[in-house]
């Protein structure tokens, strides 16, 4: 069975220096030697896990010169071009849909995708996304699905609450082709002001552009998403170690957690996940956050930095992760409902054969994927209480050399 455990392969070596140090390159011995050990096509196939094939791909192809090889190259300036045409529409689409919305007096800003790659990257093409994801305030949530279906997305299919509104967003489709819309009106599940008040923030710092958020404001948004994911992967981690070289936190993070104590787990985990991939301290992330219990701190030993565990493994422990991160026994029991019967898209993207399948073949996805993940919540503590990550706090690989 994988074990997030496992040491860094030669190819995580290269990958995780990186991200630590920005201006590392050809004339860095510590760089030179672990791109002397990787193997071309393995680390290829680490950039794609991770989604990272443009933005590091890249940089290796400049720094490392022919290194690599022709094949490495030419494979990452495919994935490159891919990247940047994609990015190049979702920024074009979802710059038109936000400059509808405002026109109806919808404030909106943008989330994720090529507007978050060109700020803190420097171009919209080095971030691989699948959709548009943009912030609306809550009330005005359903006006803004309304204005949306009226520019030719389908109407959504989201569960609402007594409130009308969904989890965490609406999904519209495009039947033309144009990329997803996600009308987000918070990021995680147990939020319920702090997306509201950053985007007013934002409103104030707002220009010909639009409503942009403020960059302490966008890095505890990434901190909850990477939560929400199941500190799974480095991407993001990648764009919170980006984008936090630039910014004066100054403990907006720990400050939100004062805040928003229900938000305090998910960002203590998250940002003791990223402060492991990226070698720096918690306070660079805009913490410290104090884990408020034992289960919470239990969540930290559950990230997946490595992407060691199989997509099946992986659904069932993000699931476990909410359930451990939850607030409160209430939350938890809610947590543990909603990660035992994921969504049908969910569980395609996981089990591929449900793409299609009939009732029966959903079924038996659902009941392999709750047998996972009540197993592994019966065995975790046995298993893992206080054992650490791969990347534990003596990690080998120094920031630097």
Not at 87 to 92: D, E, H, I, N
Not at 119 to 134: A, F, K, T
Not at 139 to 168: I, K, N, S, Y
Not at 299 to 323: F, I, K, N, S, Y
């Amino acid at each position: 069975m994988p074990s997030r455990r496992a040491r860094p392969t030669p190819e995580d070596d290269l990958v995780l220096l990186l991200l630590r140090r920005p201006d590392c390159g050809r004339d860095d011995p510590a760089f030179e030697a672990r791109v002397g050990r990787a193997d071309p096509q393995r680390l290829l196939a680490v950039l794609v896990d991770h989604r990272l094939a443009a933005l590091l791909g890249r940089r290796l192809v400049r720094e490392a010169g022919d290194a690599l090889g022709p094949g490495f190259r030419r494979q990452v300036e495919h994935r490159s071009l891919q990247a940047r045409r994609l990015g190049g529409l979702q920024q074009m689409v979802g710059d038109s849909v936000r400059a509808r919305l405002e026109s109806q007096g919808i404030a909106a800003s943008w989330l994720k995708g090529p507007a978050l790659s060109q700020r803190v990257h420097g171009d919209p093409g080095l971030r691989e996304s699948g959709d548009i994801d943009l912030l609306v305030a809550p009330e005005r949530l359903a006006e803004a699905v309304t204005v949306v279906h009226g520019m030719g997305w389908g109407a959504p299919a989201d569960w609402t609450d007594r409130e009308g509104r969904p989890l965490l967003h609406f999904a519209l489709l495009h039947d033309g082709g144009l990329p997803p819309i996600e009308l987000h009106w918070r990021v995680h599940w147990y939020e319920r002001s702090f997306a509201a008040e950053a985007l007013a923030r934002g409103a104030t710092v707002s220009d010909a552009a639009g409503i942009t958020l403020r960059d302490e404001d966008l890095l505890v948004f990434l901190l909850l998403f990477y939560a929400r994911d199941g500190l799974a992967g480095v991407r993001l981690a990648a764009d919170v170690l980006a984008l936090s070289r630039g910014v004066r936190s100054d403990g907006h993070a720990a400050a939100v957690a004062r805040e928003h104590p229900e938000l305090a787990p998910a960002l203590a985990a998250a940002i003791d996940a990223v402060s492991r991939v990226g070698a720096c301290d918690h306070e660079t992330l805009g913490g410290p956050v104090a884990m408020p219990s034992r289960v919470a701190r239990w969540g930290t030993t559950l990230a997946d930095p490595l992407l060691r565990m199989t997509p099946p493994q992986r659904l069932a422990e993000r699931a476990l992760l909410d359930v451990v991160l939850a607030p409160g026994g209430r939350q938890r029991w809610t947590a543990l409902r909603r990660g035992i019967t994921p969504p049908r898209e969910v569980l395609a993207r996981t089990y591929p054969a449900v793409e299609g399948a009939g009732p029966v073949g959903v079924l038996r996805a659902e009941a392999e994927h709750a047998a996972r993940m009540l197993r592994r919540l019966a065995l975790a503590p046995v298993l893992r209480m206080g054992r650490p990550t791969a990347l534990g706090p003596r990690d080998p690989l120094p920031p630097r050399a």
